[in-house]
């Protein structure tokens, strides 16, 4: 069997399908598209290198680098663990990672300000030692990797469920360790899901908004990213939020292509 890039779209579907998919694609394209329709592209230069738009998206870029790194320390590991564990409480931890998807993320950020927060559970002895974790950069990574890092931890947990563990299995019986089989078979076979989830997560991160203003506030070069600017931005002036926001959108569009690309390259190379 090969893998080739001539199928047709949809090849082997019923025709019906296409209606629905065009109307999904339509829907999920046509704002996107409409923003670049409306920017006013002789000014982008000038509206993207004023001092609060630079900040704001260099802000963004180290934030997000920094918690898709620390989502990867921590979250791969987890994802790990939970794929290879069964039982009740496995459930319940499964539960409780992945329940900051779905909080809506004023939600996520006043959890996290409660608890890290000046007077918060956490936060009141660590300010006690000169530890102020609120409203500052390091919370504005905290809350991204609250938020960002269960997208991680399903993608990689879901394709490691999925292959099954027959080719550790064969490893560890020729006399592999634990160690080695995870450097050598498991975590290349979850290259293009390890990839795929970090760049979700680092799309996550980089489009977060309301934990980040409800724990680390909006302070320009300190706390305001991207999407504080913007909404800032949209009704003060107009053409530089929809210059930031296209941005944004690009910015995204390619992490998710480069990480597609690197996902269908790797799994061609492994097809015989």
Do not use: K, N
């Amino acid at each position: 069997m090969t893998l080739t890039t001539s199928a047709r779209l949809g090849d082997g579907l019923p025709r019906w399908l296409f209606v629905p998919a065009a109307l999904a694609t339509l829907f999920l394209t046509v704002p996107l598209l409409g923003i670049a329709a409306r920017v006013p592209w002789a000014e982008v230069p000038a509206l993207l290198s004023t001092p609060s738009s630079v900040d704001a998206l260099a802000l963004s870029l180290l934030t997000c680098v920094v918690a898709t790194l620390i989502a990867l320390a921590i979250g791969l590991p987890l994802a790990l663990v939970l794929a290879r564990s069964d039982g009740r409480l496995a459930g319940v931890v499964r539960t409780l990672v992945t329940i900051p998807m779905v909080l809506p993320p004023v939600v996520s950020g006043l959890a996290l300000l409660i608890t890290f927060g000046r007077r918060g559970v956490l936060g009141a002895p660590l300010s006690v030692l000169g530890i102020e974790v609120g409203f500052s950069t390091v919370a504005v990574v905290m809350a991204q990797v609250f938020v960002a890092m269960p997208f991680l931890v399903t993608a990689v947990e879901g394709a490691l469920r999925s292959s099954g563990s027959g080719f550790e299995g064969a490893a560890a019986s020729l006399g592999a360790s634990p160690s080695y089989t995870l450097r050598r078979v498991t975590l290349p076979l979850l290259a293009p899901s390890i990839a795929s989830g970090s760049a979700l997560t680092f799309a996550r991160a980089l489009g977060e908004f309301g934990a980040t203003i409800t724990f680390a506030g909006s302070l320009q070069g300190v706390t305001r990213t991207l999407p504080l600017e913007i909404y800032l931005l949209r009704e003060l002036d107009t053409d530089a939020a929809l210059a930031l926001a296209l941005v944004l959108i690009v910015v995204a569009a390619l992490t998710v292509s480069v990480t597609g690309w690197f996902s269908r390259r790797t799994v061609r190379r492994r097809v015989p």
